[in-house]
């Protein structure tokens, strides 16, 4: 290795190395940089179990999906949009996400790009290399599951190109070429059009080699199945039908940044594809929506929501990360801090807008009378929680005060958690399964609706989608059926309705950071002060509430609607463009 040019696939055949011989049960000394990798060692045509290839491909699965709680130096990647911030003191990497404290030569806190390619050619010599392993197993109908694991390999390689392309806009497509250290390896980026392509005709080509919903078993617990690849598929189109990329383009002749031309059958596209998915069958919405982030998928549990999720175990992770920090006997660090910009985003229980006159909203009593999502998403204060009210007014149990870490906002997190129990008359936390859902079946539904408004404007398919998730969400039907939405809605009316319904269902899933760079409202979003609540607690036990700033995010636009390329990619390949104003 001497030349620094091969700088892009110098960390991939690092990494490659270190994947390999932790998939090894022999042990070995360091493997000299740059000489010919044994591939035999993960391999073995002898191997008929294909144990070492399997954990091989298992390594692939740790990169390409990632666990997302609290994921990004302790915090969720919502804290770096208008839906959070981070309690923690001083200035976290989260925060600097939030107010653009990046660049190229200094990459922000969500940068995937070495990883998730040292994590793309892992999954390419496992898809090249799978044919040497004679495998036994069978799938649960008689056919050889080999099929299955390489196609497995093959989605999370195109869902990392996704991740990137979501970033970072066209990308380097490496194909199945296993490339060695003496390759020209000083490649530009594809087209945004060419990434787009590839994804989708990777899920088109793997899907029916992949396992069904109904074949998931303990032992492929997690795994790749049919409806992963399809929803994946939904969302990669979705993008590509969004503002940003189709007719948005922030440099407009520019095929790395998206398209050069917009065209309305990408909307169709995005649409079909959610469709398809819908029309399986095989997935529907929880009857309870707290139930669809601690109930493990079925056959195993009885969750007919989650398509794809990494598992997580059973445990009080999240609880002890996020709940209020009051409540000493179950532990709670407090690090994440919902925005008063969320909490208002939550209608009330009739389905109107807070802002709404009609609404019965009271300031006086913010909660009362709001979207069970809210309570089922964010603590309050006076929230019941392990047997008392959550404090959040100014020093009380869950707001002291001082330097320890607490609310900024007077707000806790609530979703993904769930129960606790009483032992000797102290509250704690449960077990609770907290598998990470990458795709789920609401988004499918969020994602058709959004793509056939935009397609065919507010359709009476556009309108169920809504129905279907406000009444599993709990909102009142009303005398008209309607769940408190208007007939009759413009496109541009249904368009608010559904990005609001969108932020309230999915919110802390990493949807909302990419949502508002997709619709091409970071910007707006971003240019406001991101707000929290001054709580006042009198001694007669009134309460006044004042909303307050917590944070003034940055957004430069348009440079801000993509990463930069990291700086040491564009340095050593001239052929490696850079993104706008970076």
């Keep these: ?32 940089l740059g000489q010919q990798i044994n591939l035999s060692l993960a391999f073995d045509p002898k191997d008929s179990l294909g144990t070492e290839a399997l954990e091989f491909l298992l390594n692939v699965y740790n990169v390409a999906t990632p666990y997302g709680y609290n994921r990004l130096s302790g915090n969720f990647l ?27 030569a200094s990459p ?10 040292t994590a793309i050619r892992s999954a390419t010599v496992f898809i090249v290399y799978i044919n040497r392993v004679p495998l036994a197993e069978k799938l649960p109908n008689g056919n050889p599951a080999r099929p299955a694991y390489r196609s497995e390999a093959r989605f999370l390689r195109a869902l990392m190109y996704f991740e990137l392309l979501k970033r970072y806009g066209g990308v380097p497509l490496l194909g199945d070429t296993i490339r060695q250290i003496t390759d020209n390896v000083q490649l530009p980026r594809n087209s945004f059009a060419d990434c787009v392509n590839y994804i989708v005709n990777e899920c088109n080509n793997i899907t029916d080699s992949l396992r069904t919903q109904s074949q998931v078993t303990p032992s492929n617990y997690g795994r790749v199945t049919q409806g992963a690849a399809m929803a994946l598929k939904a969302r990669v189109l979705l993008y590509a039908a969004s503002p940003l990329f189709n007719g948005g383009n922030i440099d407009p002749t520019n095929p790395l940044t998206g398209y050069t031309s917009y065209d309305i059958n990408r909307w169709k596209l995005a649409a079909d594809a959610a469709s398809s998915l819908m029309s399986l069958g095989t997935y529907s919405l929880m009857p309870k929506y707290s139930d669809a982030f601690i109930t493990q998928a079925t056959p195993i549990g009885s969750n007919t929501e989650m398509i794809f999720w990494r598992q997580g175990g059973s445990n009080i992770s999240v609880e002890q990360n996020n709940g209020p920090i009051g409540y000493t006997s179950a532990g709670g660090n407090g690090i994440t801090s919902p925005t008063q910009n969320l909490v208002d985003a939550f209608p009330t229980d009739s389905g109107k807008a807070i802002t709404d006159a009609g609404s019965q909203y009271d300031p006086n009593n913010p909660y009362n009378h709001r979207d069970p999502r809210l309570k089922m998403t964010v603590m309050y204060n006076g929230f019941l929680w392990l047997n008392r009210p959550v404090q959040t007014f100014d020093g009380g149990l869950d707001k002291p005060g001082g330097v320890i870490q607490q609310t900024k906002t007077s707000y806790y997190l609530r979703k993904f958690m769930g129960s606790f129990e009483s032992v000797s008359g102290s509250a704690i936390y449960s077990n609770t399964y907290h598998d990470w859902i990458s795709f789920r079946y609401a988004e499918v539904m969020l994602n058709f609706a959004e793509a056939t408004n935009e397609f065919s404007g507010p359709t009476q398919d556009v309108y169920n989608v809504l129905y279907a998730l406000r009444n599993r969400a709990g909102i009142f ?44 409202i970071a910007s707006q979003a971003y240019n406001i002060p991101l707000t929290g609540m001054d709580i006042q607690q009198a001694t007669n036990g009134q309460i006044f509430y004042n909303i307050i700033p917590v944070l003034t995010p940055v957004f430069r636009d348009p440079q801000m609607y993509l990463y930069p390329i990291p700086y040491t990619e564009v340095i050593m390949n001239p052929n490696m463009k850079q993104n706008p104003s970076w």
């Design 1 to 32: 290795m001497n030349n620094i040019k091969y700088n892009i696939f110098l960390y991939i055949l690092i990494g490659i190395t270190a994947s390999m011989l932790s998939s090894c049960k022999k042990s070995y000394e360091t493997v000299p």
């Design 78 to 104: 919502d804290a770096a949009s208008d839906d959070a911030i981070s309690s923690a003191s001083g200035i976290p990497d989260i925060q600097k996400l939030a107010t653009g404290a990046f660049s190229a």
């Design 477 to 520: 039907s009303g005398t008209a059926n309607n769940y408190g939405l208007k007939q009759g809605m413009s496109q541009s009316e249904m368009r608010v309705v559904l990005q609001n319904e969108r932020r309230v269902e999915l919110a802390f899933e990493e949807q909302r950071f990419f949502d508002i760079r997709r619709w091409k």
């Design 108 to 117: 922000n806190v969500d940068n995937v790009w070495s990883s998730y390619y």
